[in-house]
């Protein structure tokens, strides 16, 4: 016998299929990624209700990957800091072909990561409690976080090490610390980025081997 076709009435709408769940990791990225951009604009005062309206989830949602807001922000902080992508981005800077746009290349990978870590910092007062209670967790310090970004930055600096005056590490404390400075600025004070070209510039023209030493009052 032939099966019949459901009859579907003029002007009904047809049932819709519930979209899969999302896997939890996959649900929590979502979350962090919506909130990130809030915490720029309401720091900590951020409600549970803005974030599910930003991540497009009810809010109970939200406390099914979440036990409550503060590890929310922790989540936040903890992928703002994570250097993944920049690794990534550093390992594509040093196959440009010339030292200057190796070197703009890595200043460019370096502001998209500090340009996403500052406004998170700085709403979430990263420099005073929150380092408290990171450090009482697992003994890591902002200092830390910073040395281990300069450490990476190096590493991808050494093989320029023979154009340089200084260490690469030195290098990499002088990049890092314009950068970083750069995007406080721009997050704190609205000011715009220095460049990435200006940057680089002022570092090669600091290190490099073939420019001349300034001793004294010498020009």
Known sequence: ?????????????????????????ERR?????????LLALHGREVTTAQIAAAAGVAEGTIYRVFPDKPSILDACLEDVLDTTRLDGDLQIASTHPTIERRLEAIVEALH????????????????????????????????????????????????????????????????????????FQEAHSGLPHLGTRMVAQIVLDGVRRDRVEVSGSKP
Not at 132 to 160: C, I, Q, S
């Open 1 to 25: 016998m032939r099966k019949r076709e459901p009859v579907i009435h003029p002007g009904a709408s047809p049932k819709r299929r519930r979209a899969p769940a999302l896997p939890p990791r």
């Open 29 to 37: 990225q979502i979350i962090v990624e919506a909130t990130i951009p």
């Open 112 to 183: 998209r990561h500090l340009s996403r870590v500052v406004p998170v910092a700085l709403a979430l007062g990263v420099v005073t409690a929150r380092t408290a209670a990171h450090e009482e967790r697992d003994g890591e310090t902002a200092a830390d976080r910073v040395v281990m970004l300069t450490a990476l930055v190096a590493r991808y600096l050494r093989a320029e090490a023979g154009s340089f005056r200084r260490s690469p590490m030195t290098v990499a404390r002088l990049l890092v610390g314009l950068v970083f400075g750069s995007a």
